[in-house]
């Protein structure tokens, strides 16, 4: 019998300025705040992990910092919880921190994070990886990370924002994005992920808001396996028909509230290709915990489904539609649970300072 596979994402927030002081920290015999984070991992035990802002090389790889977080961490109990295991590991390039050859601000001058392909003080800062207990089929990754945004059909390019060159340049995933295959005893599940850029520090121009939605529309495409695609292999389209695939990431975006341009979340979650149970029904993540933040301004959407302390649901598993789903959730552990103090600091308060800003995503997937 194949087996139930429990996918998850979880932006870590383990990025830093200064490249190379995530492998640096990793090296303290036990950090608090990674141990706190490899500790949620470890009791929510996902099969198939997506992490987001975990620094490594740019030009993709691992530097040791994801090496000495698995083996160090994630394989060494935390605060009373089970160890776990990822033998097989992704960690894709990143176009974060990425110099320009054009001057992207308009200052005149090349210099990062303002001038980079996608926001970073170096290149591969907010990176992503991917951890598996299955098999990841290597040679067929594909990814999109050099797609230039002008080159998307019905791009949302601020008209007269960036010049001419810059704007023949600049491509549009701020990260990338990646199709991975998992082999789970014989089935393949495409993991389809991207990190977008956020929709805010913008000016009139709403340059990373129309980014966002431009990610989150080539994400769309990949699905649809849209005819204009190439990808960075040279091979054209997205996914096939019948493919089964998950849709993995910290999309930045909520289709209730924050500063996102609405349209492309939205037409997402109630694409016909992913499970709309999930995606905006009855089994979308929930958690308890939520309910207990008191975000800065009112928020219209569900204190259950926030996965992110400003109170908004941003973090995504959207398994395709194709695949039968047997629970989900997020990590926010309420008042009373004895795991609260995995994302509160040593008075109690939920801040990014004590783990992460956002809350780690599962979903539970019957394979047939």
């Not at 300025?17 to 990674?34: D, K, N, V």
């Not at 990646?178 to 993991?191: F, K, R």
Request: aromatic letters at 8%.
């Amino acid at each position: 019998m194949p087996p139930n596979v429990r996918v998850a994402v979880f932006n870590i927030s383990m990025s830093d300025p200064i490249p190379g002081a995530i492998l640096s920290q990793l090296e303290q015999p036990r950090h608090e705040r990674f141990s706190k984070l490899a500790a949620i991992i470890q009791h929510v035990a996902p099969d198939v992990l997506m992490l987001c802002e975990f620094d490594h090389p740019g030009e993709g790889g691992d530097d040791g910092a994801l090496e000495r977080f698995c083996q160090q961490y994630l394989a060494v109990s935390q605060h009373d919880q089970p160890a776990v295991s990822y033998p097989y590991r992704y960690c894709p390039p990143s176009n974060t921190g990425l110099a320009m050859n054009n001057d992207l601000d308009g200052d005149g001058k090349i210099t990062l994070p303002n001038d980079a392909q996608g926001f970073g003080e170096h290149h591969g800062h907010f990176s992503f990886v991917i951890l598996s207990r299955f098999p990841i089929a290597d040679k067929d990754i594909r990814s999109w990370q050099t797609l230039v945004w002008k080159d998307l059909p019905g791009h949302q390019m601020p008209e007269g924002y960036y010049s001419e060159g810059a704007s023949e340049e600049l491509r549009l995933s701020s990260k990338n994005h990646v199709v991975v295959p998992v082999d789970i005893e014989g089935q393949a599940i495409h993991l389809v992920c991207c990190h977008p850029t956020p929709p805010v520090f913008d000016g009139h121009e709403k340059r990373n808001a129309r980014r966002n939605h431009d990610e989150l529309v080539l994400l769309r495409n990949i699905i649809e396996n849209a005819d204009y695609l190439v990808d960075d292999d040279g091979n054209t389209g997205g996914l096939l028909p019948d493919s089964r695939f998950v849709l993995l990431g910290d999309l930045n975006a909520d289709m209730a509230d924050g500063d996102g341009m609405k349209k492309a979340i939205r037409d997402l979650l109630l694409h016909p290709r992913v499970h709309r149970t999930v995606s905006s029904g009855r089994m979308t993540p929930k958690s308890l915990g939520g309910r207990f933040l008191r975000p800065w301004q009112q928020r219209r959407g569900r204190p259950s489904e926030w996965t992110h302390i400003s109170g908004l649901r941003l973090d995504y598993v959207l398994p395709s539609a194709n695949l039968e789903v047997l629970q989900s959730g997020v990590f926010w552990p309420d008042k009373k649970d004895p795991l609260r103090h995995l994302i509160t600091d040593e008075r109690g308060r939920e801040r990014p300072q004590a783990g992460s800003d956002h809350r780690l995503v599962w979903v539970d997937i019957a394979l047939k």
